[in-house]
């Protein structure tokens, strides 16, 4: 049987340039659909069960962050539910994974994916709570649908908590999170579910770029816009996703805000501020402080000595999604990084971070997120 190399499938991206054989397929790691942003990969090979097979990614130098390839192992499944991380090198332009397939049929990802359907899934699953309700924002670019959970029931005394994910569609470790956070939330059983429920209201979009995500992209919508670069002056035209949700957010209200996404190149999980804000109070950097302090008692995975460089104030600042949201509400919100390669903080050879970490990060979010509500005046 000859091999064969395939990605005609919910977020499959790859370009294939000579794959004859297993011990030489080479390929390259293809543009976001309308950006040339280069980064995400997803795709099947199949004929090549108990062959050692040398997949090389020639392309890998030239991609939008290539510290993201240094100490990073790709990740393998046989059925697309059990993931595992499989040897992999990067010399600096060629990124090469070394594998030998147990199977006829085995998928290579640059992460754990989070299919379409996977989504729509969780949404239904969750409308299915007499907590919740599902609201249609509206349509993206290509037409799917934009859907909000409303969870709790709105009340002039309950806080507002926004969490949205998503904006960078490769970024799937984000959806894997909000999964985790939404069935600790509903689960009548979970301390901190109940008390929030009590408390507060909860806005979830747990894809903020649905057809990104479909088209396999790393960072950009079908019409090629990054999401969190719009939110100053979003459009219906360009991306009406960041228009409809930002719409949104000021007929609600926000209280407190996670932004989730994923950081390629650090492998830690932290939160970014709006501390470049030049009206950024001491009292706001107090809510953040405390926010972090008390993520890192609820989960060890959360740690706060790597992060992001402070940076001074530009009018970029303002097209992102939390510094926007701090500014326009004067409110807690974060974006909250969770990495694509391995937690440096506690390492697992097998299969590094992957989904099922996210979740439990979700899960484990609800605690900083009740003393963040309780500690507003």
């Known amino acids: 049987m000859s091999i064969k190399i395939s990605s005609q499938f919910d977020a499959g991206a790859i370009e294939i340039v000579n794959a004859t054989s297993a011990s030489a397929i080479d390929l390259n790691i293809r543009k976001d659909s309308h950006a040339d942003i280069i980064q995400w990969f997803y795709f099947r090979l199949q004929g090549a069960q108990a062959e050692p097979c040398t997949i090389r990614l020639l392309n890998a130098g030239q991609s939008a962050y290539p510290k993201g390839w240094e100490d ?6 046989y059925d697309r539910i059990n993931w595992f991380r499989v040897p992999t090198s990067f010399d600096g332009q060629v990124l090469t994974i070394e594998h030998t397939p147990a199977m006829d049929s085995v998928y290579y990802a640059y992460f754990e994916p989070y299919s379409w359907e996977r989504h729509l899934e969780l949404l239904d699953r969750a409308q299915l709570s007499e907590n919740v309700r599902m609201v249609d924002l509206g349509s993206t670019v290509d037409g799917r649908d934009l859907n909000m959970l409303v969870i709790g029931e ?3 005394g309950k806080k507002k908590v926004w969490v949205i994910a998503r904006q960078h569609p490769g970024e799937t470790m984000a959806e894997w999170f909000v999964e985790g956070m939404l069935d600790a939330l509903l689960d009548p059983a979970h301390p901190f579910g109940r008390q929030l429920l009590k408390e507060s209201v909860f806005y979830v979009v747990p894809n903020m770029n649905p057809d990104g995500s479909v088209r396999g992209n790393l960072r950009t919508n079908a019409a090629g816009a990054n999401l969190n670069r719009e939110w100053y002056n979003p459009t219906m035209e360009r991306s009406p996703e960041v228009f409809l949700v930002r719409q949104k957010m000021h007929e609600t209200g926000v209280d407190v805000c996670l932004d989730v996404h994923g950081d390629e190149g650090l492998p830690y999980v932290f939160v970014a501020g709006s501390d470049a804000l030049p ?3 001491p009292e706001q950097a107090a809510a953040e402080k405390a ?9 060890p995975d959360f740690q706060t000595d790597y992060g992001y460089e402070k940076v001074p104030f530009t009018d970029e600042v303002l097209t992102m999604g939390s510094p926007y949201i701090t500014h326009a509400f004067g409110c807690l919100s974060l974006t909250l990084e ?9 390492p697992d050879p097998q ?8 979740a439990r990060l979700g899960a484990a979010v609800l605690q900083p997120v009740l003393q963040a509500l309780r500690a507003l005046k």
């Open 338 to 346: 969770l990495p694509f390669k391995d937690n440096a903080n506690d």
């Open 291 to 299: 926010f972090a302090e008390n993520f890192m008692i609820a989960s």
């Open 279 to 281: 009206n950024f109070t």
């Open 154 to 156: 709105p009340d002039a």
């Open 72 to 77: 990073y192992n790709a990740m393998a499944s």
């Open 351 to 358: 299969v590094g971070w992957d989904g099922a970490r996210s």
